[in-house]
T-cell receptor, first 110, second 115 residues
Framework: GDSVTQMEGPVTLSEEAFLTINCTYT??????LFWYVQYPGEGLQLLLK?????DKGSNKGFEATYRKETTSFHLEKGSVQVSDSAVYFC?????????FGTGTSLTVIP | NAGVMQNPRHLVRRRGQEARLRCSPV?????VYWYRQLPEEGLKFMVY????????ESGMPKERFSAEFPKEGPSILRIQQVVRGDSAAYFC?????????????FGPGTRLTVL
């Protein structure tokens, strides 16, 4: 069945470091792919999405490219800030629901 | 433009009591989804509703859990005779179209603690 596999955390980075959070998916066809972010004590917010192969989603300095050949949708940011500390979820819509990865907790230290 | 609203934000119940969680979707959204997030885990789908209809409840436990989305008023997730294992964050999401064709907007969640 459809699923997403997300890089295990937690991840701790210094401010201005480069961030990569890996996400691979298994799906029938070519679904849209999403990254959601959850700040402490809050619900999930859409960070970015891509609707077809080779699309690049971007928002707030984060990027992710939908790669069909490697079935991946890795999240990247060139220079993280303390305010980026949160849990990041890769998500795959299928049927009536989203399948979410287990989440990767990111802590950015000054 | 108000987002998805959930209340209460925090709910404490003793074992055996009932928990009632409310979700008001984004204005104009007619599709509501409930997810559960257990500690240290990702979100797991529970149920998908449209107004007055349950469309998909494949993720809902067979007993004690029920959901509704009446013609008027918020969507309700009801947990009867709560047990400690029900302690989790429950998130509601809404969309204008069926989930995979549109973004789902999430509420802040209700954190249920069962003593």
């Amino acid at each position: 069945g459809d699923s997403v596999t997300q890089m295990e955390g937690p991840v701790t980075l210094s401010e201005e470091a480069f961030l990569t959070i890996n996400c691979t998916y298994t799906a029938t066809g070519y679904p849209s792919l999403f990254w959601y972010v959850q700040y402490p004590g809050e619900g999930l917010q859409l960070l970015l999405k891509a609707t077809k192969a080779d699309d690049k989603g971007s928002n707030k300095g984060f990027e992710a490219t939908y790669r069909k050949e490697t079935t991946s949708f890795h999240l990247e940011k060139g220079s993280v800030q303390v305010s980026d500390s949160a849990v990041y979820f890769c998500a795959l819509p299928t049927g009536n629901q989203f399948y979410f990865g287990t989440g990767t907790s990111l802590t950015v230290i000054p | 433009n108000a987002g998805v609203m959930q209340n209460p934000r925090h709910l404490v119940r003793r074992r055996g009591q009932e928990a009632r969680l409310r979700c008001s979707p984004v204005k104009g959204h007619s599709h509501v989804y409930w997810y559960r997030q257990l500690p240290e885990e990702g979100l797991k789908f529970m149920v998908y509703l449209q107004k007055e209809n349950i469309i998909d409840e494949s993720g809902m436990p067979k007993e004690r859990f029920s959901a509704e989305f009446p013609k008027e008023g918020p969507s309700i997730l009801r947990i009867q005779q709560v047990v400690r294992g029900d302690s989790a964050a429950y998130f509601c999401a809404s969309s204008t179209l069926q989930g995979f064709t549109d973004t789902q907007y999430f509420g802040p969640g209700t954190r249920l603690t069962v003593l």
